[in-house]
T-cell receptor
Framework: AQTVTQSQPEMSVQEAETVTLSCTYD???????LFWYKQPPSRQMILVIR??????QNATENRFSVNFQKAAKSFSLKISDSQLGDTAMYFC??????????FGTGTRLQVFP | NAGVTQTPKFQVLKTGQSMTLQCAQD?????MYWYRQDPGMGLRLIYY???????DKGEVPNGYNVSRLNKREFSLRLESAAPSQTSVYFC?????????????FGDGTRLSIL
């Protein structure tokens, strides 16, 4: 069975600095998708970034980028130029060959002024 | 564009009461899902429906039933609520045809069972 592990329950960063959130996963499948979702205090689940396993290039969305290491089964999220509005829970998620998402337990990120 | 709409947003029940959580999407998505979110546990899949007329169990289906009423609507029912079902419930939808698209989530229902 697939598993997703986020080993950092909480992280903090100063505004304008860079922070990296870690995620590892376990699967025997070769084709899959990985996602980072953001959940602010409003409780909405917002897709931040996605990565297809068959793509070697790391995905980037403005200030958000990933470091996808397929052999190591690692999928970290880097947030550059952190903003106060980035304060939220961040969830890593995996989707294999079934139409289901497996979520990690989340990392609470606090951005300080 | 409303996306995924869940009702109600908040609800308090007594142990043993029944309740149906409603979910509707207007994106013409084939697949719909129900998750629960508990502190420190992330989101866990309760049930999902890959298409109208089909439903399948997820990771934590016990104590719940679902109905895929039509392509737009997917409801979650608690027949006899228990305190262990106190949680935040999320509905999501996605399309399973063509290139995979990520799931879109509703705003959640906070359910407390006393």
């Amino acid at each position: 069975a697939q598993t997703v592990t986020q080993s950092q329950p909480e992280m903090s960063v100063q505004e304008a600095e860079t922070v990296t959130l870690s995620c590892t996963y376990d699967t025997s499948e070769s084709n899959y998708y990985l996602f980072w979702y953001k959940q602010p205090p409003s409780r909405q689940m917002i897709l931040v970034i996605r990565q297809e396993a068959y793509k070697q290039q790391n995905a980037t969305e403005n200030r958000f980028s990933v470091n996808f290491q397929k052999a190591a089964k690692s999928f970290s999220l880097k947030i550059s130029d952190s903003q106060l509005g980035d304060t939220a829970m961040y969830f890593c998620a995996f989707r294999g060959n079934t139409d289901k998402l497996i979520f990690g337990t989340g990392t609470r990120l606090q951005v300080f002024p | 564009n409303a996306g995924v709409t869940q009702t109600p947003k908040f609800q308090v029940l007594k142990t043993g009461q029944s309740m149906t959580l409603q979910c509707a999407q207007d994106m013409n998505h084939n697949s719909m899902y129900w998750y629960r979110q508990d502190p420190g546990m992330g989101l866990r899949l309760i049930y999902y429906s890959a298409s109208e007329g089909t439903t399948d169990k997820g990771e934590v289906p016990n104590g719940y039933n679902v109905s895929r009423l039509n392509k737009r609507e997917f409801s979650l029912r608690l027949e006899s609520a228990a305190p262990s079902q106190t949680s935040v419930y999320f509905c999501a939808s996605s399309t399973s045809t063509g290139e995979y698209q990520p799931q879109h989530f509703g705003d959640g229902t906070r359910l407390s069972i006393l």
